[in-house]
C-alpha cells in the first residue's frame, strides 16, 4: 500500500486548499482513510476520516464547518477541502490507512509522506 498526499501550499488566513491523498496497492472497502497534521513541536493531531466502503465521515471539533472529507472510490483518492483557514493550522498533513475509525496515530498503519500547508496571517 502506498499513499500519496499532495495540494498543500500557502493560503492567507480564510482561504481555502484540497488535499488530495491518491492510494494505490490493496484496495480499501473495509478500511479508514484518514488525515492529520503534525505543527512543530506539536504531536500529531487527528483532523478527519472516512470509511472508504460507507463513505461515513468523522471531524474533529476544531474543523466542522469548514473542512471536508471525501473520496472516489474508482481513482482511489481521498480529499480534504479546507476552507476558512487560519495560521494556526499551519503544519504538515498526512493520508494515512487504518483498520478501523480512530482518532490516534497508532490506528493508522500506512502513511502518506505528508504536504505541508502554511496559512498566513
Known amino acids: 500500500v502506498q499513499l500519496q498526499a499532495s495540494g498543500g501550499g500557502l493560503v492567507q488566513a480564510g482561504g481555502s486548499l484540497r488535499l488530495s491523498c491518491a492510494a494505490s496497492?490493496?484496495?480499501?472497502?473495509?478500511?479508514?482513510m484518514g488525515w492529520f497534521r503534525q505543527a512543530p513541536a506539536k504531536e500529531r493531531e487527528f483532523v478527519a476520516a472516512?470509511?472508504?466502503?460507507?463513505?461515513?465521515?468523522y471531524l474533529s471539533d476544531s474543523v466542522k464547518g469548514r473542512f471536508t472529507i471525501s473520496r472516489d472510490k474508482a481513482d482511489k483518492t481521498m480529499y480534504l477541502q479546507m476552507n476558512s483557514l487560519k495560521p494556526e493550522e499551519t503544519a504538515v498533513y498526512y493520508c494515512?490507512?487504518?483498520?478501523?475509525?480512530?482518532?490516534?496515530?497508532?490506528?493508522?498503519?500506512?502513511w502518506g509522506q505528508g504536504t505541508q500547508v502554511t496559512v498566513s496571517s
Open positions: 496497492g490493496h484496495t480499501f472497502s473495509s478500511h479508514v
Open positions: 494515512a490507512r487504518g483498520n478501523s475509525y480512530s482518532t490516534s496515530p497508532t490506528g493508522y498503519d500506512y
Open positions: 472516512i470509511r472508504w466502503g460507507t463513505g461515513s465521515t
